[in-house]
């Protein structure tokens, strides 16, 4: 069983940044596909990026491309994201995932399919 326990949440300003992190525990963690999903108030959770296990590949939702950055440490058992340039859209609570299945072939398998280990969440929330 993969747990998985995110930080670095918080309020900002619009046009500010914020780096979450994703510890991981329990599995060979650089076998997993990582990956990061939101919900924002009243809406479904959402795709916004994987990354694949050994580093060397991403996919990205197309409203954060340019801004957000996944990457990972595998030494660490840490995944990150960095947040550049936030928005108000970007509110939501944010979730760590990861999967011990094939790395996908597009960032809508992973819209579609999810992922199979969640972490409970932290709140980003962007003031305008």
């Known amino acids: 069983q993969v747990q998985l326990v995110e930080s670095g949440g918080g309020l900002v300003q619009a046009g500010g940044s914020l780096r979450l992190s994703c510890a991981a525990s329990?599995?060979?963690?650089?076998?997993?596909?990582m990956g990061w999903f939101r919900q924002a108030p009243g809406k479904e959770r959402e795709f916004v990026a994987a990354i694949r296990g050994s580093g060397s590949n991403t996919y990205y939702k197309d409203a954060v491309k340019g801004r957000f950055t996944i990457s990972r440490d595998n030494d660490k058992n840490t995944m990150y994201l960095q947040m550049l340039n936030l928005e108000p859209e970007d509110t939501a609570v944010y979730y760590c995932a990861a999967d011990d299945g094939p790395w996908g072939s597009g960032p809508y398998y992973y819209t579609a399919k999810g992922m199979n280990f969640w972490g409970k969440g932290t709140l980003v929330t962007v003031s305008s």
């Open positions: 329990g599995h060979t963690f650089s076998s997993l596909v």
